[in-house]
């Protein structure tokens, strides 16, 4: 393994170096024993199991409260099947991961076996397989908030962490679309950012004393006000809409007609009225230019 500014990887030696502000990073890209980096998704199947059946709802027992939120999703399709992955997030939060439990209790309500609805939790990378803590933390390593510090503070977070596997699933996560507050987290789906290293313990105790909503309430994104605390209403700029009346419109009819010739609106010739049928001359004739009395001449 490396010791300098480059990451060593199995793959290749060397791969592009850490920003320089933040230091050399010394980590390898961990694998497991088989090889790879994503857990389960090259598992062979165990073909010496029973095919897969559907589980009989009389026998299934499925929380009345999850049944009904479940059939709530379903009868938003014309097919069943569309509702998996809705019914796994619910499923989710009721067990906290994909549990065989969740598993079946989704299949059962659903009725589709086991298999296909863990071919979909298999897929999709937000859907736990394994058990893991209670809080997830994701922390976005992406290029901006990678260029803010995102990888010193997703390793601050994981050493914080390495002894409280059963409170916090900590883990880098690609992008979660939320550039303008980089470097930024995720609490249990709750963004939250700018993040500073510092902020890292009393962060970890917030969520385990007070709740995920406790932390720095004015960085959450859901609590930050618009670019535009106007947007939606009149315009405050150009020429109004079609939709909006003209500000301040003029009470008489000389003012009126000035207003009109001077509105941008008017100019369109969609607003245009259209001309007397009898005096608009045929595209023939428009387009020679000859006066169609001399025709007749």
């Keep these: 393994m490396s010791h300098g500014p480059y990451i060593e990887t199995r793959d290749s030696p060397l791969v592009a170096p850490e920003p320089g502000s933040l230091g050399p990073r010394d980590k390898s890209i961990p694998r497991r024993p088989d090889g790879s980096r994503i857990p389960g998704w090259d598992t062979p199947a165990d073909l010496t199991k029973a095919p897969a059946t559907i589980p009989d709802p009389a026998t299934t027992p499925v929380p009345d409260h999850l049944r009904i939120e479940i059939e709530g999703y379903v009868a938003r399709y014309p097919d069943a099947k569309s509702a998996i992955i809705p019914a796994l997030w619910a499923a989710q939060r009721e067990h906290h991961w994909t549990s065989p439990t969740a598993v079946a209790q989704v299949a059962a309500v659903l ?116 670019m535009d605390p106007g947007a939606g209403d009149a315009p405050t700029h150009g020429a109004a809409g079609p939709q909006t009346p003209l500000a301040d419109a003029p009470k008489s009819a000389a003012e009126a007609g000035a207003t009109a010739a001077a509105d941008p609106r008017r100019e369109s010739s969609a607003t245009q009225p259209s001309s007397d049928p009898s005096n608009v001359q045929p595209t023939e004739d428009r387009a020679t230019g000859q006066d169609p009395e001399e025709d007749s001449l």
């Design 111 to 226: 009725q589709r076996t086991p298999a296909e609805i863990m071919a979909v939790a298999t897929f999709y990378d937000m859907f736990e397989t394994e058990e893991i803590g209670t809080n997830t933390v994701y922390v976005c390593t992406n290029i901006s908030c990678s260029l803010r510090g995102a990888d010193a503070l997703l390793h601050e977070f994981e050493a914080q962490t390495k002894d409280r596997k059963d409170e916090f699933h900590v883990r880098g996560f690609e992008c979660l679309g939320a550039c303008d507050i980089a470097p930024m987290i995720s609490i249990d789906g709750l963004y939250i950012g700018p993040i500073d290293l510092d902020e890292v313990s009393q962060i970890l105790e917030t969520v385990v004393t007070d709740g995920r909503t406790a932390v720095f309430p004015e960085r959450q994104i859901n609590n930050r006000p618009s």
